[in-house]
């Protein structure tokens, strides 16, 4: 495996006829190499002659020759990327002249008048892009970005807007005395209210921490066997969650209500972890991203006496963590944005979302507020997702579905 | 001849014991799988199998949870089609909603995502951040009821009437013939999902070299490189996204319920979905509310197993 930018690369050191194993480490100022007994520096000014390497290519084997004569002789397999900095020597090197920069020479000796070439406005295009589709692209791109920004800015800003504004005629986009009275009223409804605000908070945050780390533990082991097994009926089972992705919570909510009844969980905190823990989403992606994993890996861990369940806790789930994020984050989302009202009753177990929705719902009073809910309760997922989207889209790359 | 039919007969069951056996001994081998897959499938099966399951019994029935399930047999299944105009109602705002609301959100997703891999790194991810945002807003939605309200302080009301356009403010959200183009709108709104990141992520995945060889076998311009090289090499991940609009548009629920009303104006906003929970929530008819249930989950697979049909066509 050849690593794409690697400063440093394990190999052989030739030394007066001595083997050196170690490491060559490419730093800004100098390179090194540390193995078990001694570390050699070569600081860059010093190096008198650089074999093998060009500027930001690929080395196996590099020629040092300092200025007072020592030779070093570097066997990497790996490789090693040089850059610039390392073999600035090697850069100022005199050089032929090109056929160009000749005939260039020429022409100016002769009092030619040399006509540069004209620069371009853009970059050159790439192939099969004209353009006017691209200017068509952007405009368009940036038009419709308004479009889908405009209501969350809005929101944002009437949270921000003082009683007189929200209720002024022409209504405003931005507010011209932004105040934060929308959140501290907010934070004056939350502690008049029946059951202490802090429980529809603590009950929220259990639901969700409980409900992700439950269903990230059980569909990941789901998710391992159904990726890195052959057994019957593994196939079936996925296909039959891959159907599953279109059930939403709202067609299996009387069914699942029926059922819940006979478990007698409705009014549990039950009646909302344990089919979270199921969520198809997260198996799905979960499995997914599993597939991409070498089996190599697996099989060397088996060789060496591995059970399953090691190789799944130790091998498997550190090397998938882009995948646990975004099942984390489903998962997050999903159980933050749940309201339950329809499997719980007693106040004591409701959620912060239900709360802040009677909140919302306090009528026209209320509007500065409930702006400000609106705000609250959308600035968490999308906070996490800008934290995490390469993340996310790394495990995304792997979402489709094969037939 | 019999006796060759015999044997045939023979061979073949002789065959599926083989298969069997060879079967049984793999299951044997793998015990730990069954093992690790256990509590997921469990709570699987209870949760997202078994109600597909209760639906179809307890649409035959009268059961309102206090009295025990009363048989009777199709009346659910009649009554919804010959006596609850509601119903009608609702199935056709749905079908609106999905047929508007899924191809097109899709298309939008799949074109938004395309476009957005035109851009540079830095700018791609603001543009992702920035479509992908309303649909995980939570009930960020619920703004667009300041936004559409009905009377002269409405956002959109107040510029139409400062513009003169109109010269009394809409009802947008309680005139039925406004209703639904609005829930449309806003549905659209959030339509850039789970598949759009799906396609988002796709298209950087696509290897760079195969549209350097489309370039040398002659590809053209940017539609043809979508149709012959995007496209196909992007099927997974358009199943997917098919999956993900299916289930959005047949779900609609949340939307209307927040800024219709529920009920809204003469039903103009019913979805099956928000028909389902009223007779399933409010009014505990639990065997009428299956029935629906049972044709939405219908509806659906049928949905998934035509579009996945579909898209085997797709760039042949």
Redesign the interface.
């Known amino acids: 495996m050849s690593n794409k930018n690697n400063y440093k690369s394990s190999g052989t050191l030739l030394l007066g006829g001595k083997k050196l194993r170690g490491e060559l480490i490419a730093e800004e100022r100098k390179a090194c190499f540390v193995s078990k007994k001694q570390t050699i520096e070569l600081p860059y000014p010093e190096i008198a002659v650089l074999k093998n390497v060009r500027n930001g290519g690929m080395a196996s084997t590099i020629t040092i020759k300092m200025q007072d004569q020592t030779e070093y002789v570097f066997s990497l397999p790996n490789g090693l990327k040089v850059y610039h900095y390392m073999d600035q020597q090697w850069d100022n090197r005199p050089r032929s002249m090109s056929r160009a920069d000749e005939l260039h020479r020429l022409a100016e000796m002769r009092g030619e008048r040399i006509v540069k070439p004209r620069k371009h406005l853009f970059k050159r295009r790439r192939?099969?892009?004209?353009l006017g589709?691209?200017l068509g692209?952007?405009i368009?791109?940036a038009l419709?970005?308004c479009?889908?920004?405009f209501?969350?800015v809005?929101?944002v800003s009437?949270a921000l807007k003082p009683l007189d504004e929200?209720?002024?005629?022409?209504?405003t986009i931005f507010p011209q005395h932004p105040t934060i009275d929308n959140f501290s009223d907010l934070i004056v409804t939350m502690g008049q209210s029946w059951v202490p605000f802090s429980r529809y908070i603590l009950n929220t945050v259990f639901i969700t921490a409980v409900g992700t780390f439950g269903h990230l533990v059980?569909?990941s082991?789901?998710a391992?066997?159904?990726a890195k097994?052959?057994?019957?009926?593994?196939r079936f089972?996925f296909g039959?969650?891959?159907?599953?992705?279109?059930?939403?919570g709202?067609?299996?909510?009387?069914?699942?209500?029926?059922?819940m009844?006979k478990l007698n969980m409705i009014d549990t905190y039950w009646a909302l972890l344990?089919?979270a823990?199921?969520a198809?989403?997260g198996?799905f992606m979960m499995k997914q991203f599993m597939e991409g994993l070498p089996t190599a890996l697996i099989e060397a861990a088996k060789i060496d006496g591995a059970k399953?369940f090691r190789i799944?806790w130790s091998i498997v789930m550190p090397n998938v963590k882009p995948a646990w994020l975004t099942v984390i984050i489903?998962s997050v989302?999903s159980l933050?944005?749940t309201s339950a009202s329809?499997v719980i009753y007693s106040e004591a177990k409701k959620t912060l979302?239900f709360a802040l929705?009677q909140i919302?719902a306090g009528g026209i009073a209320r509007?500065g507020q409930?702006?400000a809910v609106?705000v609250v309760?959308?600035a968490?997922?999308?906070i996490i997702?800008?934290l995490s989207?390469?993340q996310?889209?790394?495990?995304?790359?792997s979402?489709?579905?094969?037939? | 001849m019999s006796k060759n039919q015999t044997g045939f007969a023979g061979r073949y069951f002789g065959m599926k014991a083989d298969q069997f056996r060879y079967?049984?001994q793999?299951?044997k081998n793998?015990k730990?799988?069954?093992l690790?897959?256990a509590?997921?499938?469990i709570?699987?099966f209870?949760?997202?199998?078994?109600?597909?399951g209760?639906?179809i019994f307890?649409g035959f029935t009268y059961?309102n949870?206090l009295e025990p399930a009363r048989f009777i047999g199709v009346d659910n299944y009649v009554n919804l089609v010959l006596q609850d105009d509601v119903f009608l109602t609702s199935v056709k705002n749905t079908f609106v909603i999905a047929v508007i609301t899924g191809p097109v959100g899709y298309i939008l997703s799949f074109m938004?995502a395309w476009?957005?891999n035109?851009?540079p790194k830095w700018l791609r991810?603001i543009?992702?951040?920035?479509?992908?945002?309303?649909s995980?807003?939570?009930?960020?939605?619920?703004?667009?009821s300041?936004?559409f309200r009905g009377d002269?302080?409405g956002?959109l009301n107040?510029?139409l009437?400062?513009l003169g356009f109109i010269d009394a403010p809409m009802l947008w959200l309680t005139n039925p013939a406004y209703i639904m183009p609005v829930l449309i709108f806003v549905i659209l709104?959030m339509s850039?999902g789970?598949g759009f990141?799906?396609f988002?992520?796709?298209f950087?995945?696509i290897d760079k070299s195969m549209?350097?060889a489309g370039?040398v076998d002659g590809?053209?311009?940017?539609w043809?490189?979508l149709y012959h090289i995007t496209l196909p090499s992007?099927?997974?991940?358009?199943?997917?996204g098919a999956?993900?609009s299916?289930?959005s548009a047949?779900?609609v629920?949340d939307v209307p319920r927040a800024l219709a009303g529920f009920p809204s104006t003469d039903y103009a906003a019913r979805t099956v979905?928000t028909h389902?929970?009223d007779y399933?929530?409010s009014r505990f008819e639990?065997g009428y509310?299956?029935a629906i249930?049972t044709l939405?989950?219908l509806v659906?697979?049928l949905c998934?197993k035509f579009i996945?049909a579909a898209l085997?066509k797709v760039g042949t």
Do not use: H
């Not at chain 2, 995980?136 to 667009?144: H, L, M, P, Q, V």
């Open positions: 192939p099969n892009r004209s589709g691209d692209i952007y368009m791109l419709v970005a479009l889908m920004a209501p969350l809005f929101a009437s929200l209720f002024r005629f022409p209504p059980i569909a082991m789901a391992f066997v159904l097994y052959d057994f019957p009926g593994g089972f039959v969650v891959t159907t599953a992705l279109m059930f939403s709202y067609v299996t909510g009387i069914p699942n209500y029926v059922i009844s344990l089919p823990f199921a198809p989403i198996l399953e799944f489903f989302q933050w944005n329809t979302v929705q919302q509007t409930a702006a609106t309760v959308m968490v997922p999308i997702f800008v989207q390469s996310i889209l790394e495990t995304m790359a979402s489709g579905i094969k037939d | 079967g049984w793999k299951a793998n730990v799988c069954y690790f897959l509590p997921y499938a709570l699987f209870t949760f997202f199998i078994l109600p597909i209760t639906s307890y059961y949870i938004f476009f957005i035109e851009l991810a543009a992702v951040v920035i479509f992908y945002a309303p995980i807003a939570g009930n960020a939605y619920s703004i667009f300041i936004i002269a302080y956002y107040a510029i009437l400062n709104w850039m789970t990141l799906s988002v992520a796709g950087q995945g549209y350097e370039y590809v053209r311009n940017r043809q490189e992007m099927k997974p991940m358009l199943l997917f999956v993900m299916i289930t047949f779900n629920c979905v389902l929970f399933g929530f639990m509310a299956s249930a939405l989950f659906m697979i998934k996945s085997e």
